[in-house]
Antibody, heavy 123, light 107 residues
């Protein structure tokens, strides 16, 4: 069974950089689009972007100037860095997988998700 | 960006009743729309993809229909575990977007 697990600090100061890692287990890592999605508490889902297993990326234009994603295939991990954070970046951050179900699509559907990690931006 | 609008925002029903949830896109997404269920404290779970395909392990009481700009998620005979928030999501245009959700709660 494929499992994803987010890890990283739960509290980040304003203007600093939010860093999260997602570790994949129980399934293959190659040929998938590894995705980040966030959800402000009590609100809807926002698509952040993806990194393909080869390392190519695509970021939501709304966040593009502050985003960096990377991948470590040997560890089956991918990471997110979001710089210059503000309180508006406070959210539950989910990692998810796209490209499954033989659809090979970056846009999903997202068939496996991590449990999510709450990141609070506060001084 | 493609804007997805979901209606109603909240739907109050009783177990055993049927539910009809709507998702409308600001422009055509062809058939490339998915539905997710989210329970409190949990990650979303994929229910339906490409308009009408049930994901693995999803009960037959869940069905999806539609294409273009109008989509429907139908749940026949609600079970207690079906009361949750439902989101739609399109994968046609970049950036991929989600609807705001419909909360299905117990009447």
């Amino acid at each position: 069974q494929v499992q994803l697990q987010e890890s990283g600090p739960g509290l980040v100061k304003p203007s600093e950089t939010l860093s999260l890692t997602c570790t994949v287990s129980g399934g293959p890592f190659s040929t998938y689009y590894w995705t980040w999605i966030r959800q402000p508490p009590g609100k809807g889902l926002e698509y952040i972007g993806y990194i393909y297993s080869s390392g190519s990326t695509n970021y939501n234009p709304s966040l593009k100037s502050r985003l960096t994603m990377s991948v470590d295939t040997s560890k089956k991990q991918f990471s997110l860095k979001l710089s210059s954070v503000t309180a508006a970046d406070t959210a539950i951050y989910y990692c998810a997988r796209a490209g499954g179900l033989q659809l090979l699509s970056a846009g999903g559907p997202f068939d496996y998700w991590g449990q999510g990690t709450l990141v609070t931006v506060s001084s | 960006d493609i804007v997805l609008t979901q209606s109603p925002a909240t739907l109050s029903l009783s177990p055993g009743e049927g539910a009809t949830l709507s998702c409308r896109a600001s422009q055509s997404v062809s058939r490339y729309l998915a539905w997710y269920q989210q329970k409190p404290g949990q990650a979303p779970r994929l229910l339906i993809y490409d308009g009408s395909n049930r994901a693995a392990g999803i009960p037959a009481r869940f069905s999806g229909s539609g294409s273009g700009t109008d989509f429907t998620l139908t749940i026949t005979s609600l079970e207690p575990e079906d009361f949750a928030v439902y989101f739609c999501q399109q994968r046609t245009n970049w950036p991929f977007t989600f609807g705001p959700g419909t909360k299905l709660d117990i009447k």
